[in-house]
């Protein structure tokens, strides 16, 4: 490669001098491109479409370069992703040599994209970067896709037909596909949080599950009230909860940020709903029915108030890992998923938790790289089945086996997540599309954890709005907006909650926020709206 001498000297040399980053780098120990055609999850992609064998001798694409942050989930069991097993493999399949590279800090991306040589490839968090994908293709530093993943991407490219909406997600406003993402490839992937609540405290206050806000409100008084945890002392806290998780302010059809309603981009906090969720949490706080020192807690202290069988309900995570540390410690201690939250008795939800199908990450070509062709097929591999396999559930024999055409995972790998992490990349990120089974394997270790799933998906989630991509000046814009909003925001509703505002002063707080130009964000939001509902 015509970086390959002195990319990483380069890079590091620069990162010591203004920042003093570092980059850890290693030639990976092994990767034959390309086999048969086909989806990585079920019912997203087809049948073989073709297949582009590499020959390892006579292809120009010996080596490349790689770019790319290390997930915590990773780099819990590896230094560098050239120790993954997947990618071993893939060294073993495709016949190329990888050297990966990654930053230590955030700050490493831009002072890279300064720099005229770059690593071949370039995976990162596009939609969030100043100016987007769309001004590092204009300024050179990485490279359209559209002419080549059509001449040498058969994969990526039946992906992209079988499921239109993933061309819509990938594409700039402009019309430009400029990475290979990283998709979730089911709906069942899309929500893992919601409310929970402990299942044998209403056994001992004698109520159901409940449904309503109101019928949470008198569900969270029989804990404060009735003694649920059966020791004589009224310690319990029903309820641990911030304001800004979405757990009940779904009751209301409105989040606290941006989302839309019938093609209207909206902000929460400055509708009428919010006003009544803030009124309904205040008056929650000031009855003790939400931890009084909700501020302050951090997951740490959160988990030993739950498991120190003080704590009643509370947003959550995938259920069972509270569930599995309190076995065999409490005999009736269970958390079990509640529906996400109405106002009315019968009402469907109208939202829930859900993450985007594209979270804006994948991998892009630099405009330094040489062979692009080759790369671009090198990357396509991933979308194939067996490359969907791979980043998926790792090396068959090894980490998963085949069970009537179903890829199971080793029973051993689950009871030492760490080791799994060496095998599969579908707990972090990367350019392929992440797999339903594999949540299909991990939600059932914990009691309870794919019943959570199935119950926080019950709702409509037809106001979630995608990852759109404002213009750069309009970026630019925005970020000045909402980093100010954001900052101020979140203590005038703590303020409100605690008592310490009074709610008579709150249409004069959504005053102010429309003071320091919240409508103009939303009209900054809406234009990013419709362009991404006219992109082909």
Known sequence: MALKGNLTRGLCSLFFLVLALSLVSCKS?????????????????????????????????????????????????????????????????????????????????????????????????????????????????????????????????????????????????????????????????????????????????????????????????????????????????????RWDDLGFLVAWGIKKDFYQVDGIVKYGLIEPEFKQYVATMKRWYAEGLIDPDYIITDNRLRETKLTGDKLGAQYSYTIGKENELMKGIHPTFEMIAAPNPVLNKGDVPILGQQDPVYNGYGAAISASANHIAELVKWMDFNYSQQGGLLFNFGVEGESYTMVDGYPKIKDVFWKEPTSLDRYILSSSYGPFVQDKRWMEQKSVQWKNGRDSLQTWMNAENKRHLPRLSPSEKERSEFDTIISDINLFASEMVDKFILGVEPMEHYDQFVNTLKNMGIERAIAIQQSAFNRYNSRQ
Not at 36 to 46: L, W
Not at 185 to 200: C, E, Q, V, Y
């Open 29 to 241: 120990d092994g990767i034959q491109t390309g086999q048969e055609a086909g989806s990585t999850a079920e019912g997203t992609g087809g049948e073989a479409i073709s297949n582009i064998e590499a020959n390892k001798t006579d292809s120009p694409l010996q080596s490349l370069t790689y770019y790319t942050f290390l997930n915590s989930n990773t780099a819990a069991s590896l230094k560098n992703l050239s120790q993954h097993e997947a990618y071993k493999k893939k060294r073993e399949i495709t016949g190329v040599d990888v050297e990966f590279i990654h930053p230590d800090n955030d700050h490493s991306l831009q002072l890279l994209m300064t720099s005229d040589e770059l690593p071949d490839i370039i995976e990162a968090g596009w939609i969030s970067l100043p100016g987007g994908p769309e001004k590092y293709i204009k300024d050179g530093k990485i490279i359209s896709l559209n002419d080549y993943i059509d001449k040498y991407a058969p994969n990526f490219s039946k992906l992209l037909e079988d499921n239109p909406e993933y061309k819509k997600l990938i594409t700039t406003d402009d019309g430009n596909i400029y990475a290979f993402p990283f998709l979730r490839g089911d709906p069942s992937l899309l929500t893992f949080r919601g409310l929970a609540i402990r299942k044998d405290w209403l056994v001992n206050v004698q109520m159901d599950i409940p449904e309503t806000i109101d019928e949470w409100y008198a569900v969270l008084k029989a804990f404060k009230e009735q003694d649920p945890n059966k020791n004589g002392q009224a310690d319990e806290i029903p309820l641990y909860i």
